[in-house]
């Protein structure tokens, strides 16, 4: 308890419920023509993206490839020396790539129960830190993961990258000029379609050749190796679809969708939220809803998230996105552009859908180069994706517990004791988040 009280402290001296500031970190500032070293760990499909977007950010030295499946690890190592980087190492066990003083920073696509241990050894090992969304499994690792990037003063960039998006930038100016008007009301949602029978039911089985299983799960329970559980190959990655390693569609896209909204509302948290859902239509072994909407209440407005995996029905005229309902306007702003519904009757939407406007993941990674020379906080830190990432496990945790959340920023919990024990990281050992 003593532990517990010493972590939520020291989180709320960098978090709080006040808005964010961008002051300075101390540390090694670094020349405009120096270059970065940077190793990947975890290198499928979102790390194997990761070092082209990296690729292309001029200040940036691909030095190392890491990942426990020899058939990714030899492929990112082959992507890596067609992009013009030579001599890239191609390393199974991360704890070399962590021990290697040479290297400046690390890109983190490992699955998402390995995001937490790996940016708070990453920062104890002096280096800055590209983690990729969700920030954690457990609030508790949130809040050592800044706690860390505090402590040791590091660098930590979040995989939520619309942030750097024009798109996502200029949809937050709008709500912030008040041109909307009051807002009551902000709506997540994501739809789709998919097929009944999912990703099937894989017996369990031996791992595949190349495979280090055991490390794949690292902190996670230790559990016979199935197909579905790990999930990478040439589909996206199912492991996101089980609570020992992540959490579903809320954690995988909804923080992206609800990351908008805490980034328009300088990243004020809901006081509560309640939540519905299951597998109602999918037929597989996965573990996560199919379908879910949950309702959070927010300081002045309340909001929303909806998935609905096996039904493609759109809203404003898309499949996904965030939208902000005022009282002179809705807003609804995704990867494609921004639509301004007037309220104003018979008035014409206003769409900016710029090809100009697009881009997010570029910047996003020029953004984490130039604060690793000045070691700003950069657009997308850690803090922030806590916060949202936390905003969507609550969702998860309302759901299985049956029972709305209401939500203590200053002490960074819940308020229903029964459920705090799901707060706190449960690792297998050896394994120990220890900041």
């Known amino acids: 308890m003593a532990q517990e009280g010493t972590d939520r402290r020291q989180f709320l001296k960098t978090a709080g419920a006040a808005a964010l500031t961008t002051s300075l970190f101390t540390g090694n500032i670094r020349g405009a023509n120096d270059?970065?070293?940077?190793?990947?760990?975890?290198?499928?499909?979102?790390?194997?993206?990761?070092?082209?977007?990296?690729?292309?950010?001029?200040?940036?030295?691909?030095?190392?490839?890491?990942?426990?499946?020899?058939?990714?690890?030899?492929?990112?190592?082959?992507?890596?020396?067609?992009?013009?980087?030579?001599?890239?190492?191609?390393i199974k066990d991360f704890r070399e790539i962590l021990a290697d003083k040479s290297i400046d920073a690390v890109s983190i696509a490992?699955?998402?129960?390995?995001?937490?241990?790996?940016?708070?050894?990453?920062?104890?090992?002096?280096?800055?830190?590209?983690?990729?969304?969700?920030?954690?499994?457990?609030?508790?690792?949130?809040?050592?993961?800044?706690?860390?990037?505090?402590?040791?003063?590091?660098?930590?960039?979040?995989?939520?990258?619309?942030?750097?998006?024009?798109?996502?930038?200029?949809?937050?100016?709008?709500?912030?000029?008040?041109?909307?008007?009051?807002?009551?009301?902000?709506?997540?949602?994501?739809?789709?379609?998919?097929?009944?029978?999912?990703?099937?039911n894989p017996p369990d089985s031996d791992p595949p050749a190349g495979l280090d299983w055991d490390l794949w799960l690292g902190p996670a329970p230790k559990r016979p190796f199935n197909a579905n559980r790990w999930g990478v190959g040439d589909r996206w990655s199912t492991f996101r679809y089980f609570w020992d390693y992540a959490g579903g569609a809320m954690t995988d896209w909804g923080v992206h969708l609800l990351d908008i909204v805490q980034f328009a509302f300088d990243e004020t948290m809901p006081v509560s939220v309640s939540a519905q859902g299951g597998k109602f239509y999918v037929d597989d072994n996965t573990e996560t809803p199919d379908t879910m909407l949950v309702t959070y209440r927010y300081p002045g407005f309340i909001g929303s998230y909806e998935s609905r995996t096996a039904n493609p029905f759109p809203m404003y005229n898309d499949t996904y996105g965030t939208s902000f309902h005022g009282t002179k306007a809705t807003l609804m702003v995704n990867r494609n552009g921004y639509t301004l519904f007037l309220n104003a009757k018979g008035a014409e939407p206003v769409v900016e859908k710029s090809k100009e406007m697009a881009d997010m993941n570029v910047p996003h990674w020029k953004n984490f180069l130039e604060c690793l020379r000045t070691r700003e906080k950069p657009s997308s830190d850690i803090e922030t994706c806590v916060r949202s990432t936390t905003t969507c496990v609550l969702a998860n945790l309302a759901l299985r517990h049956g029972m709305t959340l209401d939500w203590d920023d200053k002490a960074f919990t819940v308020k229903q004791h029964e459920v705090k024990p799901f707060l706190k990281a449960k690792y297998r050992s050896p394994w120990k988040l220890e900041v």
Not at 155 to 181: C, H, P, Y
Request: charged share 25%; net charge positive; proline share 3%.
């Open 35 to 90: 270059k970065v070293n940077v190793a990947f760990i975890g290198v499928g499909r979102m790390g194997s993206g990761n070092i082209g977007y990296a690729a292309k950010v001029p200040g940036f030295q691909i030095v190392s490839v890491c990942d426990v499946y020899q058939p990714t690890l030899e492929k990112a190592q082959a992507q890596a020396k067609r992009l013009g980087f030579d001599g890239v190492k191609a």
């Open 110 to 200: 490992a699955p998402d129960h390995w995001h937490a241990y790996l940016t708070v050894e990453a920062c104890k090992a002096s280096k800055d830190v590209w983690v990729e969304k969700p920030a954690c499994v457990y609030v508790e690792e949130g809040t050592k993961m800044v706690e860390a990037a505090r402590k040791y003063k590091r660098v930590v960039q979040a995989g939520t990258m619309q942030r750097s998006g024009k798109f996502f930038q200029k949809a937050r100016e709008i709500v912030k000029s008040g041109d909307l008007g009051d807002i009551s009301f902000c709506r997540t949602f994501q739809s789709g379609t998919t097929n009944k029978a999912g990703f099937g």
